[in-house]
């Protein structure tokens, strides 16, 4: 059976009727940063970004986004988590992580992609290192790997069965992830596990998490598991994570 963070899915969380979305084809010039006050999808619909496949329609959308001092045009849609905009949590990781340090043989993974903001900029910094990119979203990991395509930068974008089949004994050198909170306390536990026990030995994970969502609560149940976890900075109601391998 599949771990509990990957049948996400599963989980009811919000109780509103179903139904299926349409839009009209749309072009939006500029992608916002500013979002809902949790950090979590506004749109009015009953599925989770952590859905496998999403239910709702809709064209892709081109967007012009900021990036850590680099200019993209990407494409997001519906059914994928902060689709119109790069999410406050986001924005603060990418403000605030350093950049990274990497080498050539070296592994750097955005855990929960979405439609790739995260990965784009680590494939920017990756100094020639592997990016991978993984989410559960079906509709999450193609508009990835399209943004990655549209902005001439290498990556691998893998659902969770992908990444766990192709890291073998491999080690991971450094994370960046907004991690999905919501998808419950258990199943968040298990993923961070999952990924943070892949972790090199000089390895670090860099983890964006609401403070009024539990971050210093996660920071604490960290380090009661054996991680080293340190508060990296705050801002916009967001603390920065760095954890290391136990």
């Keep these: 059976m599949a771990p ?26 500029h992608l916002r940063t500013e979002g809902t006050s949790s950090g979590y999808p506004d749109e009015v619909s009953n599925e989770h970004y952590f859905s496998e496949s999403p ?23 519906h059914g994928v988590f902060a689709h119109d905009k790069v999410d406050k949590g986001t924005a603060v990781l990418l403000d605030k992580v350093p950049e990274p340090q990497l ?23 990756a100094h020639g290192a592997e990016v991978w990119g993984v989410d559960v979203n079906e509709r999450a990991r193609e508009l990835t ?21 192709a890291l073998g004994g491999r080690t991971i050198k450094l994370i960046w992830s907004n991690p999905p909170v919501r998808i419950g306390k258990e199943a968040l536990h ?3 596990v999952t990924w943070l026990d892949r972790l090199a030995p000089d390895g670090i994970a ?3 998490v609401q403070k ?16 080293g976890c340190a508060k990296h900075a705050s801002a916009k109601g967001y603390r920065i994570l760095a954890a290391t391998a136990r």
């Design 212 to 227: 009024n969502l539990g971050a210093d609560s996660l920071q604490r149940w960290l380090v009661a598991q054996g991680y």
């Design 55 to 77: 239910m709702s329609e809709g064209p892709e959308i081109e967007r012009a986004v900021h990036l850590r001092a680099h200019e993209y045009s990407v494409v997001t849609q």
């Design 103 to 125: 080498a050539p043989e070296d592994l750097a993974v955005d855990v929960g992609c979405g439609w790739g903001p995260v990965t784009l900029a680590l494939a920017h910094e």
């Design 206 to 208: 860099y983890l964006v």
């Design 190 to 192: 298990e993923l961070l």
């Design 145 to 165: 790997a399209k943004n990655l395509e549209r902005a001439s930068l290498a990556g691998h974008v893998f659902s969770p069965d992908e990444a766990e089949a």
């Design 4 to 29: 509990l963070w990957a049948r996400a899915a599963e989980i009811p969380l919000l109780a509103t009727p179903r139904f299926v979305v349409r839009f009209a084809t749309t072009t939006v010039t």
